[in-house]
């Protein structure tokens, strides 16, 4: 079901009405609503889609899955979509939510899992109780978001609330960034230290999930930057800092993804250096140790030939000697070994 | 045999007309006419050729295979050169097809085998019966193409059914991309679990078809992105976030083709590493039962001996002993290999 | 000797004129040659230089050898650097192009054995003699040449000769490409059933001849592109298109040898894998026979001990035993290899 | 404690204020004081956001840890955040650094601990105490900072103390790449040698070092040429090439760790190489030595059958003959191993 | 000391005077001068930078070692930072040039040892005594210099000295790049044929050696360039090709370091091959002798056991029928082996 996040009647006044008053309230020159849509059930934005205007296949783009991060703009209008992230059993989830925002509008469509958005429509919902309460109190967080510096501006405006919303979302990129950062770090103390069950698996599993995190948002910056630089009129550009510092906060993670990206694939080759570093030692172990056996096996084989002049056979302490032959010969090649630095 | 899929007399009806009454139908303003050229007969097209006004070049380039997607531009034309993709035995077969594009026609060129449109002619001829039957109803699959968004306007728009060719086309890509990425997530679990037979052969092959793919595809993004930019005479701006979709529909196929590449290259890493992990296992086996049988060896070897002075040999228990030797020395060594994690 | 191409005197007709009657020739405003200079006697060239202009550093770089694909572009006038390839006994034979192009005049300057235009001089030879017998015919390649589509003007223009000079040496780099790609898919084969003498020395060799070739090419992309570009005033705009074309063929060969070379360093990884499951398989080899007939030579050495007390020595079936559990053990450790997958 | 650095009141004097009185002192349209502001002690700065006008965001970011370089661009302010660089026990410690620049002020935040501006800082304490004795001397240090060439303007100037503060910094990291690029060849020279203990764990670290480094100073070039190239209000042009002067040294320090991460990815080549080269020699060891080995073993195993026929047993001279045989054995295929390269 | 290498008094004559006289001379228009300075010697420059006008900043730059490649273009002059390249024993040495070009002045700041221009300067000193002697003799290598195409000018000008330094430092390039490929080809060769000691320290040094070149020459494509695209207003548009001259020879330079780089790490890729392939023919080795010789060693071990009961050991020719079991095994496995293309 569509919820309204926020309605106000442009007269001070946060309300709550029926989605049928909505024409009516719109009438009025500073009225604005907030409108959280749900994609499991598209007749709902289908049926906002005249209301407000909004373009068809945008539409049709905000209720499928698996979009690419993209911006429509239009001469009263712009339609994002954006990316949600979270951790879910260490696993990251990703949803997508579509936002079309207008003069007096902004609509939020997402599946009705994501909990993308809650802090921010509880911080609202706090704001309008005690906005209403008493209209004259404006501080805390609903100040940081209905007025630029100084000014307050009553009011909620179209872009700021999409700036809360994508500095929300994008907020909500740290904390998985984070966690992958210790993943990875964690990943190269377990291939260092060589205790690992099968490191070159969790590389892969990492690196995977690096590949389909860096799909979902290296277009998101391109969307933000469009932001920026473009004409885009529904934003004025008094507010365009606060999309810099969103977009700033993508340019931070895209660094940190491209960091862990060349940090795994260093990890790579310190596994496969130290793979390979293994097999030296492996068959360092396997040469001593043969030459010291064969060489001690080839004296006992000596004096296990039977030929009828073998004088030493016969000596008193001939055994021993023998004995003492392999071990001297042994303990040499050992100590050769250990001066080559073979162990 | 060129075929007329759709034909417009510019009264609002489709009508049946032959090859030699186009010219007098195309003389009235509102005529429209999507002619479907086999490539293979090229007498054809050039029989259009002067009749439309082709350029020489791109007849040629039409008519000929393997081409590079392309654009050309002109004052009152376009033409361009296209991809269409599916699968044939689970091989990707590429069929190019080129647009001529102008204010009053569409030329479509292709080899005969070529089945990319099919559902969009069946979409049209449907369209053309009923709507001839009644010409009021308007909804379906027509009014997605023959109507911007509200504004519902009978005649067929040039661009509009460029963009239906183009989409159509575009969304054949998609299950191709996934049948590739379902391909290349089980080549990973096979080089994971190691049940690969030559699976180096399998990723090869793989890398091949994407290198291909690629060759095909990067060009075509550069092609739609001309469509929006550039001022396109025969497309005007309200059908632009028409290709502004199919553009998007390109970067996420471009993106899961880059992301396959580097998910192909995670794998071969990961294989050298499985490969070399495995000749790690090898030479840790050979090397833990040489040292052990060639441990035993020397001991019988010692006791093969022929010394006359040997008290062991004499002693009543020095076979089973010698025996018991051989098997703790074997066990010991069995033992530390096992505490060095060697198998 | 430098050549005299085509002359035209303005009036419709190809003349043969000597060197010193070209300034009065060249006084009628319509008329046009092509001269065809030998780099290897640059007194020619420098003749020439003041006669039509030509700047002295191009005239410097069109004489000396392995110069860069360049364009100088000047007001009445343009200077390009082009090569040809052509494959001489399995080699890639470079050959470069110096052409300057006026208003009234091409120079294009070569070295002796350069075949390059060969088949574009004897198109117009044939041409000048039928187009002199009878002026009025006008079909064929020269058509395709001295007019743009549909308007047949007869005197030779600048640019269209231009085009014909470039499309002829672009079109000689498809054969070469082609035996490149059938050469670089023989490769893979035979690495692929491993029936290669040193690979990796043909592979060598294959890298290093596409790094040679995408040096010579690369530049000419940029070259071409710049006729597109820039306002050349010599090139009139009804033209561009069949620059367009070059470059489309440029940029395709431009594609081929990246997809070449990324398919090249695909076949240095499947070789190293190759490489690396080799010795897997003698590994396990060495392995299983060296664990096989080392317990085997164990059995032998403990009924080889010399102790006094060891029954089976004395057994009726001793040695049938013994034999029996060698052959027993070899086989269990055979079976049990196999079943490992190890052969 | 924020600490006010320089303190000039605009009639050539450099004087000393407490914080309640800067709002007097700025009304003179000369004046101008530095700020130097403790990040620890948030409010501080808060207080000095309305008497600035400072944005919101800037005030965040300077206040929070760990934000990418960036710069802000407003009328008549710009806001950067930096980077100071030092070496803390073969450490790289990187110190953030907000810096407000106005037409009457700058505002320094940083960490208590940051050591970044000390010597800048003592210079100018010098001076402030020499040009209140003695207005008339200028000279030295100060010089550098408080005038442009060859016209001694007396005011601190807003931009030159910023190029002074940028100039402070990025001097500073010319020791750390210094040290970066002694500690990378030391690297090599110990891998070269092979003296290196765990020579790929010394490669990663230096790697991740680089990695880390390389994410923190990329973004800088930006931001220092978006001082170049923008029209910064706050910056007039005589002082560009200041600048780009700092810009031309950020530049050369990305080149320096670009030659770094291609110089350590050679380094690990070359690692992977010599370990390569080790198990070659290893093996060859190993081979050689248990051929040698092996086929004496087998003359004495010959010797050692017990065939009561065996004419050699009964020889005067078979046994030192057999010794013989292995001796020359052994002997001639050390010398054929030795002729084929193999120790 | 600082040398006047050109002085031009105005009036067609090339003049000696001293450092005093400069000024004096050069109020007169037409009058120009090129000094050379020894960075050695700082106070000289310094005394020139008030006569000039020149930047602190670039002279400060200039009398500094290891700076990048770099231009500062001014309103009447512009500076540029530049590298001469040589072979010294086999070593490439980069030296550093500052060149400050203004309307009536080049001056050029050098290392003493410095060798690059000297060809330039005895070319110079040679015209100027033979201008003077007769001024209406004007050909040979100044008149390439002192003259664009066609027009003699009198006057040196500062631009085209500017061209004939930069032409000469570039050309310098060519040999040690050529050297560089020969190197290259030979390490090459080396590599391919097996008979290189320690090949991978060979590489290592090469790449080495083109990082460090490539740091250098890469930023100088950049200067160059922008002595072509921007109004500079010291060089007039006419001698513009002679710069883009120039920018080509670099271009080229360019792409052969790259070509090179490439060519490198292909031998890389060779040497790892050729590596791997040896270890594989060690092993082979080693199996197939192992696998001999222990199969002959067990026969023997067999005989050697001490059954009572073992028939054969009576048989009259059981021991040369075990030697023949021995040859034939070994015979047998060695022709199995070379089947299988082992040795």
Redesign the interface.
Known sequence: MAKIEICFDGNGKFVTVGFDELPELLRHEHAFVWLDVDANEPEELEGLR?QFGL????VE?ALSHE??P?I?LYDDMLYLEFYGLRLVDDEIQADDIGIFVGEQFIITVRRDGNPSLKALQERWSEEQGRSNGSASESEGAPQRLGST??TPARKPSAPLLLYAILDDLVDDYFPVVDWLGEEIEDL?GAV?EGNAQKP??A??RM??KL??L??LL??QQEVVNSLLRRDVPVIDEAII??F??VY?HL??IH??M??YR??LS???????????????T??????A???I??????I???????????P????????PA??LA?AGLGGGLHVMFRKRGWW
């Open positions: 005249s373009h068809r296949i945008d783009n979009q690419r993209k429509s510096a100084g190269e260092t070159q698996l590389i892969q690196r995977t590949l389909h860096r799909r290296s277009p800092p606060y810099a510092d700033d340019l931070r660094d940190w491209e960091s060349d940090h260093t990890i790579v080759d310190l596994q496969l250096s130290i793979q390979s570093n293994r097999l030296n492996t068959m360092r172990t396997l040469t140790w043969s030459i056996l064969m060489a001690s096996t080839l006992a084989g000596i004096y296990g030939m039977n030929f009828v002049h073998m030493e056979l016969n000596w008193r302490f001939g055994y023998a004995l392999m």
